[in-house]
């Protein structure tokens, strides 16, 4: 059974970095025709996909987010990772990662973490 | 990209009664790549269906789906108590995915 497990800094200050880590267990990153994936979720809000590498490695970004946002894959640990810059209050949310399935160019999500919330406040 | 709006808001209805939840989709979403999840309080989001259609594995049978172009609907046959919870639809026939904000199906 696959599991996606979050970690990282829950509490960001404005204009910092934010950084989550996603351990996978269960299953190999490096397995062809799924992305890796990132998601988040405004208190009491809806849903925004975030962005995703390819087990290639390439990484395609949300273009509301691109300029702030890089992801990264580790594996070796079988793990991957984000980074959204210059953060602000409206990126507080709770983050997800979730495994993605391939439909042509895009992907829906079959697996998810628990879900990590990342608070930006000073 | 691609804007999903869910209708209703917030379905209020009562265990064993029909649930029918609407997403439409601002233009068509290619080769009906849509899929729907299901999410409880403080829960990550569970795949439902995919492809429109499709139940994803150990989904039960109660729960359908259906619709092409821009009409989707998910329904649930015969609510079971376990079933009250806030569904998403989301597309991913074109670039960015999206999804829509959400049908809260709550007890009556």
């Known amino acids: 059974q696959l599991q996606l497990q979050e970690s990282g800094s829950g509490l960001v200050k404005p204009s910092q970095t934010l950084s989550l880590t996603c351990a996978v267990s269960g299953g190999s990153i490096s397995s062809g025709g799924y992305s890796w994936s990132w998601i988040r979720q405004p208190p009491g809000k809806g849903l925004e996909w975030i962005g995703y590498?390819?087990?290639?490695?390439?990484?395609y970004y949300n273009p509301s987010l691109k300029s702030r946002v890089t992801i990264s894959v580790d594996r070796s640990k079988n793990q991957f990772s984000l980074k959204l810059s210059s953060v602000t209050a409206a990126d507080t949310a709770v983050y997800y990662c979730?495994?993605?399935?391939?439909?042509?160019?895009?992907?829906?999500?079959?697996?998810w973490g628990q879900g990590t919330l990342v608070t930006v406040s000073s | 990209e691609i804007v999903l709006t869910q209708s209703p808001g917030t379905l209020s209805l009562s265990p064993g009664e029909r649930a029918t939840l609407s997403c439409r989709a601002s233009?068509?979403?290619?080769?009906?790549?849509l899929a729907w999840y299901q999410q409880k309080p403080g829960q990550a989001p569970r795949l439902l269906i995919y492809?429109?259609?499709s139940r994803a594995t150990g989904i039960p049978d109660r729960f359908s789906g259906s619709g092409s172009g821009t009409d989707f609907t998910l329904t649930i046959s015969r609510l079971e108590p376990e079933d009250f919870a806030v569904y998403y639809c989301?597309?991913?026939?074109?670039?960015?995915?999206?999804f829509g904000q959400g049908t809260k199906v709550e007890i009556k």
């Open positions: 989301q597309q991913y026939g074109s670039s960015p995915e999206t």
């Open positions: 979730a495994r993605g399935i391939v439909a042509t160019t895009n992907y829906y999500f079959d697996y």
């Open positions: 492809g429109a259609s």
């Open positions: 590498i390819y087990h290639s490695g390439s990484t």
């Open positions: 233009q068509s979403v290619s080769s009906s790549y």
